[in-house]
């Protein structure tokens, strides 16, 4: 009976992930290779409903494109389009997003971090990239 109760105690231990000598923490992140990363969205232009969201960061991809990554909602809902203003300093850059034309009357409420890739007119090179202010846009 003894043995039992030993064998029963060190399964419990083992179990519930705690060891003599194990750390206590988990940590806050996964590991790098099971981060997802959002998936480039497609722009619309038949949204309703718009609104401005900001986007959190901005990675130039190339000579004239810029992934933009921003929280967003249900993706049988809601759609995205870009408005773009280019100076030679700097470029401004909006995200919006909106309802889908036949989407369903009630969507979950989720948010989801999305991206969208904008093509640039001029060469990004030494440009400030900067959100742009929803008084400047027109809509």
Not at 80 to 97: G, K, L, N, W
Request: net charge negative; charged share 25%.
């Amino acid at each position: 009976m003894f043995g039992f109760a030993v064998g029963a105690g060190s399964l419990v231990l083992s179990l519930s992930g705690c060891s003599p000598g194990a750390p206590d923490s988990v940590p806050d992140e996964p590991p790098p290779t099971q981060r997802q990363t959002p998936r480039d969205e497609q722009p619309r232009e038949d949204l309703t409903e718009e609104q401005v969201v900001e986007w959190q960061d901005a990675e130039v991809v190339d000579e004239y494109n810029i992934r933009l990554t921003f929280w967003m909602g249900n993706e049988h809902c809601f759609g995205v389009r870009p408005v773009v203003r280019e100076t030679e300093t700097e470029i401004a850059i909006a995200i919006i997003t909106g309802r889908l034309p036949n989407s369903p009357e009630v969507c979950t409420a989720e948010a989801r971090q999305a991206s969208l890739v904008v093509q640039t007119k001029q060469p990004v090179r030494d440009r400030e990239i900067v959100p742009m202010s929803s008084a400047d846009l027109d809509f």
